[in-house]
C-alpha cells in the first residue's frame, strides 16, 4: 500500500499532525502499535487532560538546545488549540495558572482529534507493529505486521518512554540512529522522588500530607504544592522540580513559603504570648507536620521562652529542609522522558531531518521536555501541526 505519508504514533502530536496534513489534501495513514491510540491522553491530567496553558514561553521547556521549540510555539499558540477546542465544543476551565483541564473528560481531546483526522481523510490503524524501514531512493518502505507500506514522507511520532504499560517504547529513537541522528541521554521527568535516607520514616509517616512549599535545585525554584508519599515526596512542586534535578543534587524546601518564620515566632514573643509553640504554629501549617516537624521535644514550651538561638533553628528547619533524594520513580511513573532525538538533526521549522529528506520526528521523541501545567501537551501541538504544513 502506498501512502503520501505516514505518522507512526497516534498520539498528541502524530494525530495533531496527520489531522493537519490531510486537510492539505496529502493522503495519510497513522500506524500505532497499541490496542487504542491517544492512551497518554485519555490517563492525562487526572483523566481531565491539562490540555494547555494560557501563557506558554519558550522557557517553559528544557532542551540542550534552548531556541528551537521557538518557532513552533510562536506559529501554533496556545490560543490556537483553545479555538480548536471551543470549535468542537469541548467545555473547560482554568484550574490554576492558566492550566486548562476538560470539565468532563480527557476523551473529550482525543476525540476531537480523531474527529479532525476522519474531517480530513486520515486513516488510523492500531496494532500494527513496524518490524523494519527502509529508505530506497526518494521512498520509505515499512514491514509491519498488517504487510508493507510505502510512503513519500515518514513521521515519527512515538513519544517518549514513560508509562511504558501504555504502549511506550524507545522505537523513535532507534529511527533516529538509523538514519544518522543523534539522541541525547534521556531520563524519567516530571516524576516523584524517592528518599531513603534518615528521613525515610518521617516522610513515610507523613504520606498522604500535602502542603504549600517553595522548592529550589540548580537555580530553579517553583512555589507549588508538595505531598508526602510512602516512598518520598511527589505533587506538582516535585514533579516540577524533577526537570531540573540530578542524581545526587540535594532539594531546598521552604515549608512556609511566604513568610519569615522567624520573624512571625519573634512577634508572638513580642507580644508576650504564653501558647505553646507548637499550637501557634499549627495555626500557619498542618498540625500533624508541625509535631513530627518540631526537633524532638521542640515546641512545648510557651512561645515568650525561646532565645534568639532556638527561633533561628526551627525556622530554619521548616524553611530551610535539605533532602537529597535517592532517585525517582522512574519511568513508570513519570509523566514525560527528559531528553530525545538531538534537536541539531532536525530543522525547527519544518522538523524534517536534516540527514534524510522527508523523515520527520513531532512531539515528546525530541529532546524537549515541558514544564507541568499543559506545556508538554501543547508542544504536542505545535511540532505536529508546524510539521504537518510539510510532510
Ligand atoms: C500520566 C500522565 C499524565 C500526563 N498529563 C499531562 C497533562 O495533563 N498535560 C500535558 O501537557 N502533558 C501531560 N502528560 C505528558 C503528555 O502526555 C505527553 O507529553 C504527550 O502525550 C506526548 O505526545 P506524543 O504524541 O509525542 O507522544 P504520545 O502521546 O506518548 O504518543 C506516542 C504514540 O506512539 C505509539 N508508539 C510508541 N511506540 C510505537 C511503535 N514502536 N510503533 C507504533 N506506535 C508506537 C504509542 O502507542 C502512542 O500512541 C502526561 C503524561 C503522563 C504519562
Given at each position: 500500500m502506498h501512502v503520501d505519508c505516514i505518522v507512526i504514533g497516534g498520539g498528541a502530536a502524530g494525530l495533531m499532525c496527520a489531522a493537519t496534513a490531510g486537510y492539505r489534501g496529502r493522503q495519510v495513514a497513522v500506524l500505532d502499535h497499541a490496542n487504542k491510540v491517544g492512551k497518554k491522553i485519555l490517563m492525562s491530567g487526572g483523566g481531565r487532560c491539562n490540555f494547555t496553558n494560557y501563557t506558554i514561553e519558550p522557557h517553559h521547556y528544557l532542551s540542550a538546545n534552548a531556541h528551537f521549540c521557538k518557532s513552533a510555539l510562536s506559529r501554533y499558540k496556545s490560543a490556537d488549540f483553545i479555538e480548536l477546542?471551543?470549535?468542537?465544543?469541548?467545555?473547560?476551565?482554568?484550574?490554576?495558572?492558566?492550566?486548562?483541564?476538560?470539565d468532563n473528560k480527557a476523551s473529550d481531546i482525543l476525540n476531537l482529534l480523531l474527529t479532525e483526522c476522519e474531517y480530513a481523510?486520515?486513516?488510523?490503524?492500531?496494532?500494527?507493529?513496524?518490524?523494519?524501514?527502509?529508505?530506497?531512493?526518494?521512498?520509505?518502505?515499512?514491514?509491519?505486521?498488517?504487510?508493507?507500506?510505502?510512503c513519500d514522507?515518514?513521521?515519527?511520532?512515538?513519544?517518549g518512554l514513560s508509562i511504558p504499560t501504555m504502549g511506550a517504547t524507545g522505537f523513535g529513537y532507534q529511527i533516529a540512529q538509523q538514519f544518522g541522528l543523534a539522541c541525547t541521554p534521556v531520563w524519567a521527568s516530571l516524576v516523584p522522588f524517592t528518599i531513603t535516607d534518615k528521613w525515610q520514616p518521617i516522610v513515610n509517616e507523613l504520606s498522604?500530607?500535602?502542603?504549600?512549599?517553595?522548592?529550589?535545585?540548580?537555580?530553579?525554584?517553583?512555589?507549588?504544592?508538595?505531598?508526602f508519599t510512602h516512598r518520598g515526596l511527589s505533587g506538582p512542586a516535585m514533579l516540577q522540580i524533577s526537570n531540573y534535578w540530578r542524581p545526587s543534587d540535594s532539594l531546598l524546601i521552604d515549608f512556609y513559603p511566604d513568610g519569615d518564620l522567624a520573624e512571625q515566632i519573634k512577634t508572638w514573643r513580642s507580644q508576650g504570648n504564653?501558647?505553646?509553640?507548637?499550637?501557634?504554629?499549627?495555626?500557619?501549617?498542618?498540625?500533624?507536620?508541625?509535631?513530627?516537624?518540631?526537633?524532638?521535644?521542640?515546641g512545648s514550651r510557651a512561645v515568650n521562652q525561646y532565645s534568639d538561638a532556638d527561633i533561628s533553628r526551627i525556622a530554619e528547619k521548616f524553611q530551610r529542609w535539605r533532602v537529597t533524594p535517592s532517585g525517582t520513580e522512574g519511568y513508570r511513573t513519570a509523566e514525560v522522558t527528559m531528553g530525545g532525538v538531538d534537536t541539531q538533526g532536525v530543522s525547527s521549522k519544518t522538523f524534517e531531518a536534516k540527514t534524510t529528506p522527508g523523515l520527520y520526528f513531532v512531539g515528546e521523541v525530541l529532546d524537549v521536555t515541558g514544564w507541568l501545567g499543559g506545556f508538554n501537551?501543547?508542544?504536542a501541538w505545535a511540532s505536529g501541526f508546524c510539521a504537518g504544513q510539510y510532510v
Open positions: 477546542v471551543e470549535r468542537h465544543g469541548v467545555s473547560y476551565h482554568e484550574k490554576t495558572k492558566g492550566q486548562l483541564f476538560c481523510g486520515v486513516s488510523v490503524t492500531t496494532q500494527c507493529s513496524i518490524e523494519k524501514v527502509a529508505k530506497i531512493s526518494d521512498k520509505f518502505h515499512l514491514q509491519t505486521s498488517l504487510g508493507q507500506y510505502t514522507s515518514l513521521v515519527v511520532a512515538t513519544g498522604g500530607l500535602s502542603l504549600n512549599v517553595r522548592v529550589t535545585c540548580n537555580k530553579q525554584s517553583f512555589s507549588d504544592p508538595l505531598l504564653k501558647s505553646e509553640l507548637k499550637n501557634l504554629l499549627a495555626m500557619l501549617l498542618p498540625k500533624r507536620f508541625v509535631e513530627s516537624w518540631l526537633p524532638d521535644g521542640e501537551f501543547q508542544w
